[in-house]
């Protein structure tokens, strides 16, 4: 069974930045492309990041072009997302996932396993 642990949350001012972290066990995540959601309070779960297996491809939504980074590191198994200029519309609780396809990784129902999430705060 995958476990997937996301870490790296908290609360900042506007403009500020955090790098969520997220460790994964059970399986060897150089076989899965893997990609970051949110879920702010009353909305859907949105697509974020994406990055491929080999983590040679990345996909992002607009909203956070050019602030938000996705990296992975295979040998540590554990998947990264920086996010600079943070602002207040991007407070939310920020899930990864893993998936077994190399397609529609901005689709939610891609993907195959889940983290339980880390709360991302930003104020203004």
């Known amino acids: 069974q995958v476990q997937l642990v996301e870490s790296g949350g908290g609360a900042v001012q506007a403009g500020g930045s955090l790098r969520l972290s997220c460790a994964a066990s059970?399986?060897?995540?150089?076989?899965?492309?893997m990609g970051w959601f949110r879920q702010a309070p009353g909305k859907d779960r949105e697509f974020v990041m994406a990055?491929?297996?080999?983590?040679?491809?990345?996909y992002y939504a607009d909203s956070v072009k050019g602030r938000f980074t996705i990296s992975r590191d295979n040998a540590k198994n554990t998947l990264y997302l920086q996010m600079n200029s943070l602002k207040p519309e991007d407070t939310a609780v920020y899930y990864c996932?893993?998936?077994?396809?190399?397609?529609?990784?901005?689709?939610?129902?891609?993907?195959?396993?889940w983290g339980q999430g880390t709360q991302v705060t930003v104020s203004s």
């Open positions: 996932a893993i998936t077994a396809s190399a397609w529609a990784l901005s689709l939610s129902g891609t993907y195959n396993y």
């Open positions: 990055i491929s297996r080999s983590g040679d491809r990345t």
């Open positions: 059970g399986r060897t995540l150089s076989s899965y492309a």
